[in-house]
């Protein structure tokens, strides 16, 4: 009986600890360095894609595209074998949706129901906004990106999607939340067509 007890338990302790690892990890991806440059930088003006070790230019677009097909071709697979391990896991959907929860949970439990709601609204926008730059630093030099936020030198471009990517996770995570799931993703409308009768798949207990 100890054993099934606790079973969930460390499962859902494991889940809480690899989803904030996955968080940590996203949003310290723009900050890594690498030979002097940031190590991950998508950088579209200029036409230079630098990814740790490599920099690929508009001629090493064969290569590009094939990183993204073997992705592509790994995640289907993994449904193919281990059934919703992304989308339980590792969707940024998900993870969201857990932190905004998280966060929301931990405030009721320090602060006032009148003072609650407010102060959990404002933790998500910060959040959101956080990681639009994030999102946007992936594309942008992350320090400048910073810098400009305080100085009033974003690029008109910068600001729209800084303002949309944080929107987007804002009303994502924090009001659509499972109906991104079951209405907008393309992958979850694709998971039937990658699985067999030997694939893993959730059930509910009816109790």
């Known amino acids: ?75 289907a697979l993994l449904t193919h074998l281990a059934g919703r391990v992304w989308c339980g896991h590792a969707c940024p959907q998900t993870l969201w949706t857990r932190a905004f929860d998280g966060i929301a949970q931990a405030l009721a439990r320090v602060l006032q129901a009148k003072l609650a709601r407010p102060a959990t609204q404002l933790a998500w926008l910060l959040l959101s906004l956080w990681t639009g730059i994030t999102f946007v630093g992936l594309f942008s030099p992350i320090r400048e990106l910073v810098t400009g936020a305080f100085d009033g030198a974003w690029s008109g471009w910068e600001t729209f999607w800084v303002l949309f990517y944080a929107g987007a996770t804002w009303g994502n995570a924090g009001f659509l939340r499972e109906q991104v799931c079951r209405s907008l993703c393309p992958f979850a409308r694709m998971q039937p067509l990658l699985t067999d009768p030997h694939t893993p798949r959730m059930l509910y207990d009816p109790r």
Request: proline share 4%.
């Open 1 to 75: 009986m100890s054993i099934t007890a606790s079973s969930p338990l460390r499962a859902w302790r494991w889940r809480r600890t690899l989803g904030l690892a996955l968080l940590v990890l996203f949003h310290a991806l723009p900050w890594l360095q690498w030979d002097g440059r940031q190590a991950l930088l998508l950088d579209l003006n200029a036409r230079r894609f630098d990814l740790f070790a490599w920099t690929l230019w508009p001629d090493d677009i064969g290569v590009l595209l094939g990183l993204l097909a073997v992705m592509a071709v790994g995640l």
